[in-house]
């Protein structure tokens, strides 16, 4: 382990063993019933608590005027409409894990229409997230933020790591974090919907808008590839509305109102996403040591503060709940948070560490795994405090 970086987690994760893991109903006797069911009349306060801050934030931005000496402003704008519009995404991914509403057609056309708005395809995200849930932190079935193996007991998943660890450390840990942040955090979600990007192998070059040849159909058996090509309506719809406002009120004013927001939001998606799964010593998991609940375990939540959680649903703070049990809607994740915490204190990661010194940690740090001496668990070696690079 002395190759390990450790972060706020302290090596925690590492010392954990299958059997300390609670099965799903040790986990589901520690929660309280009702927990596990979503009210739809408190989905939808989420949603108009949303809706509302979004309006005002709206009203603040058409009254800054659309011109180049205002970029400044706008990219303020930007920060701030993207950081609110994220609870919007929140609300679609639970829709997507039917934790929004028990009247299923009013829960799918919510989380359809938002996701739609911010050009999401639906129903291709909701498969390979479901993909994503089901195997998280698996070395060789997981899906997004996979990552590339150094190669020592013939496994071929993501091969490259080796590679990789000599790249970061021949242009220095600085360089190496600014181009990690920048590749993740600007087109690291594009890159995903079109490319696969950070996938695991086994799927292929897939595409969330395109489902059959030349990409990779692994992700989409049977009904799913009908309903990626049902995904691209909703997208198309919201890129004509697009057109239409260039055409009625000028590019600038689009950019600065949705794209410039929607690249924050983007950002903020790959943040979580990148923080709940990653850490420089938070293990992965070959397929023999690999389990639902061990996965789902290995998931972190992190201090996001007060006014994130609440304009994000406290995604990023009940992180580990969610996993085990996608349906608990969030408004009872918190709550149950506080419960497993308590119950299973050896095995619930949380890292204390702010956001982004645990950004930077992993930006720097992870850039490949290798497997151990059993060839059960990938580790992430970092690449200065070894010899020999």
């Not at 058996?221 to 909703?234: A, E, N, Q, R, Y």
């Amino acid at each position: 382990m002395s190759n390990i970086k450790f972060s706020g987690l302290k090596g925690q994760a590492l010392v954990i063993e299958n059997k300390d893991i609670p099965s799903i109903k040790e986990f589901k006797d520690v929660i309280p019933k009702h927990y596990f069911k979503c009210d739809t009349k408190t989905s939808l306060r989420y949603l108009l608590q949303s809706v509302l801050i979004q309006f005002f934030v709206i009203a603040i931005g058409l009254s800054i005027p659309f011109t180049l000496k205002m970029i400044p402003i706008w990219i303020i704008y930007a920060l701030l409409s993207g950081t609110t519009a994220m609870g919007f995404w929140v609300i679609a991914h639970e829709c997507g894990h039917g934790a929004f509403s028990k009247n299923k057609t009013l829960e799918t056309i919510t989380g359809y229409l938002l996701h739609s708005l911010l050009l999401v395809p639906y129903f291709s995200w909701q498969r390979s997230h479901e993909v994503h849930h089901r195997f998280t932190n698996n070395v060789t079935n997981g899906e997004t933020h996979v990552p590339l193996v150094i190669d020592g007991n013939g496994v071929t998943e993501k091969p490259g790591g080796g590679e990789e660890l000599y790249f970061s450390k021949s242009i220095g840990k600085k360089n190496y974090g600014i181009l990690q942040l920048v590749l993740h955090l600007i087109f690291g979600w594009p890159a995903y919907l079109l490319t696969g990007s950070t996938g695991g192998v086994k799927y292929g070059t897939s595409n969330h808008f395109w489902p059959i040849k030349p990409f990779s159909r692994a992700l989409w058996p049977s009904i799913w590839t009908k309903k990626v090509w049902i995904s691209d309506i909703g997208v198309a719809f919201t890129l004509l509305g697009i057109l239409f406002f260039v055409f009625n009120i000028g590019l600038f004013p689009v950019i600065a109102m949705y794209f410039g927001p929607l690249l924050v939001v983007n950002s903020w998606l790959v943040i979580y996403t990148w923080l709940h799964h990653t850490d420089s010593d938070v293990p992965h998991l070959s397929n023999t040591e690999f389990s639902f609940m061990r996965g789902a375990f290995l998931s972190i939540d992190r201090p996001y503060g007060v006014i994130l959680n609440f304009l994000h649903h406290n995604i990023g703070s009940s992180h580990v709940v969610h996993h085990v049990c996608p349906t608990i809607p969030h408004y009872h994740a918190k709550k149950a948070t506080c419960l497993i915490k308590k119950a299973f204190k050896k095995v619930y990661l949380f890292n204390p560490d702010p956001i982004p010194k645990s950004l930077w940690n992993i930006a720097c740090n992870c850039v490949a795994v290798k497997s151990d001496i059993k060839g059960r668990r990938y580790i992430w070696q970092s690449p200065y405090n070894q010899r020999g690079f």
